[in-house]
C-alpha cells in the first residue's frame, strides 16, 4: 500500500464534506507535499461533482507547485467517473480519489487514459 503523508487530511476534509464530494490539491511546498483544502463550488449536484473555486487554487500555487487534484465520491462507487478521466486527461495532472470510511486512496494519471 502506498504512503500518502497528506491522506489524513484529505481523509479529514472529505468527511467534513459528507454529503458532498470534497476537492483539493497535493501542493509540493518546500519539498514536502501536503494536502491543500478547496471548497467545491459546483452549482449543481455537489454530492455527484466538484468545482475546484479558483481562489482556493490560485491561493495554492502561491504556496507551492500543484501536483495532483483530490477528490471524494461520497455516496458513489470508489472508483473514477468518466468526468473524473476526462478531467484529469484536460488538467494533464493526476487525480486521486479518497474514500474516508475505508481510509483508501486511488490514482489515475493523465497517460493512463485512453482518448
Not at 458532498?20 to 490539491?25: I, S, V
Not at 466538484?50 to 500543484?66: C, K, R, T, Y
Request: net charge negative; proline share 6%.
Amino acid at each position: 500500500m502506498t504512503y500518502y503523508p497528506w491522506a489524513t487530511e484529505a481523509y479529514k476534509h472529505a468527511t467534513e464534506c459528507i454529503p458532498e464530494e470534497c476537492c483539493g490539491l497535493v501542493l509540493n511546498v518546500n519539498g514536502k507535499e501536503i494536502y491543500w483544502k478547496c471548497k467545491n463550488i459546483s452549482s449543481d449536484y455537489k454530492e455527484k461533482s466538484f468545482v475546484i473555486d479558483p481562489l482556493d487554487w490560485a491561493d495554492g500555487e502561491d504556496q507551492g507547485d500543484v501536483l495532483a487534484i483530490v477528490h471524494s465520491h461520497p455516496d458513489g462507487l470508489f472508483e473514477f467517473s468518466e468526468a473524473d478521466k476526462i478531467s484529469c486527461k484536460y488538467n494533464d495532472l493526476p487525480f486521486y480519489l479518497v474514500d474516508p470510511k475505508s481510509e483508501s486512496i486511488i490514482k489515475i494519471n493523465p497517460d493512463d487514459i485512453n482518448d
